[in-house]
Nanobody, 123 residues
């Protein structure tokens, strides 16, 4: 499985961005997909996850209401819509695929990772 994240960039506080994660290779539409973020010197942090068919989602408590995860299995793409962005949302954002299901929040439960896309929110 190969995962390619895109859509990051520079945005002002209060703005929005939509990240995309395109999958190729093994049938990624059969598995849970997630987004994580990481800043230098800190551990990778769970953002959101979505079930294989998109019927269930899971969010970090602190991001509920501002971020939304979705997927289009026909194009093998997962999205992260980020609204009302804050400077503290600045991070590298990574998409990942989990073979274990159950919308995990732990990095060890994810088996494949994309290369990350940088989001910078200016104040």
């Amino acid at each position: 499985v190969q995962l390619q994240a895109s859509g990051g960039g520079l945005v002002q506080a209060g703005g929005s961005l939509r990240l995309s994660c395109a999958a190729s290779g093994r049938t990624s539409s059969s598995y849970t997909m997630g987004w994580f973020r990481q800043t230098p010197g800190k551990e990778r942090e769970f953002v959101a996850a979505i079930s294989a068919r998109g019927s269930r989602t899971n969010y970090a408590d602190s991001l509920k209401g501002r971020f939304a995860i979705s997927r289009d299995n026909s194009s093998k793409t997962v999205y992260l819509q980020m609204n009302s962005l804050k400077p503290e949302d600045t991070a590298g954002y990574y998409c990942a695929l989990s073979l274990s299901g159950n919308l995990p929040q732990i990095t060890d439960r994810y088996n494949y990772w994309g290369q990350g896309t940088l989001v910078t929110v200016s104040s």
